[in-house]
């Protein structure tokens, strides 16, 4: 028996969404799953070496800790007369489909509500991220390919005056 990806998009969604769990550890057959919370505790057990199938999710914090010191601000509050975009879960932010195409937005170009404004990446698992909104791209805080945590601001839009 294995975890598909589907399997392990939903045990990362679980962990995302529930409000008192910090980590899960999930051992199926030779396939491991370390997911951990940002600021969880550092605690992690004491377990067999792992085998090469085996894999670890690893926080996308320790990316950010370590980032250099000219990553872009991440904003803890919208500002006023703004619509926050966030990371739906804890992965890579992708602003592109694929390195060869277009960007979904860009700072200044308008977007219709439901549109499609970057990915988010996780396990290989591209996830859509939509514009709640219509409005035009005010600012764009998280660069292509890094990482990003759940409920993350990543986009701001200035909603259109008929939204």
Same mark, same amino acid.
Request: net charge negative; charged share 20%.
């Given at each position: 028996?294995?975890?598909?990806?589907?399997?392990?998009?939903?045990?990362?969604?679980?962990?995302?969404?529930?409000?008192?769990?910090?980590?899960?550890?999930?051992?199926?057959?030779?396939?491991?799953?370390?997911?951990? %919370?940002?600021?969880?505790?550092?605690?992690?057990?004491?377990?067999?070496?792992?085998?090469?199938?085996? #894999?670890?999710?690893?926080?996308?914090?320790?990316?950010?800790?370590?980032?250099?010191?000219?990553?872009?601000?991440?904003?803890?509050?919208?500002?006023?007369?703004?619509?926050?975009? #966030?990371?739906?879960?804890?992965?890579?932010?992708?602003?592109?489909?694929?390195?060869?195409?277009?960007?979904?937005?860009?700072?200044?170009?308008?977007?219709?509500?439901?549109?499609?404004?970057?990915?988010?990446?996780?396990? %290989?698992?591209?996830?859509?991220?939509?514009?709640?909104?219509?409005?035009?791209?005010? #600012?764009?805080?998280?660069?292509?390919? %890094?990482?990003?945590?759940?409920?993350?601001?990543?986009?701001?839009?200035?909603?259109? %005056?008929?939204?």
């Amino acid at each position: 028996m294995s975890l598909s990806h589907a399997d392990v998009r939903r045990i990362l969604e679980i962990l995302d969404s529930a409000e008192h769990l910090e980590s899960l550890d999930v051992t199926v057959g030779e396939f491991e799953l370390h997911a951990r %919370k940002p600021g969880a505790s550092s605690f992690a057990p004491e377990r067999a070496p792992q085998t090469p199938a085996a #894999r670890s999710v690893e926080p996308a914090q320790a990316a950010v800790a370590a980032a250099p010191a000219a990553a872009p601000e991440v904003l803890q509050e919208v500002p006023e007369g703004l619509v926050a975009v #966030r990371a739906p879960m804890v992965g890579t932010f992708y602003l592109r489909p694929s390195p060869d195409q277009p960007a979904f937005v860009t700072v200044g170009g308008a977007v219709q509500a439901g549109d499609t404004v970057c990915l988010v990446e996780v396990m %290989k698992m591209f996830n859509s991220v939509k514009a709640g909104v219509a409005g035009t791209v005010e #600012r764009i805080l998280v660069d292509n390919g %890094k990482p990003v945590q759940h409920d993350q601001i990543v986009l701001l839009i200035n909603p259109s %005056k008929e939204a």
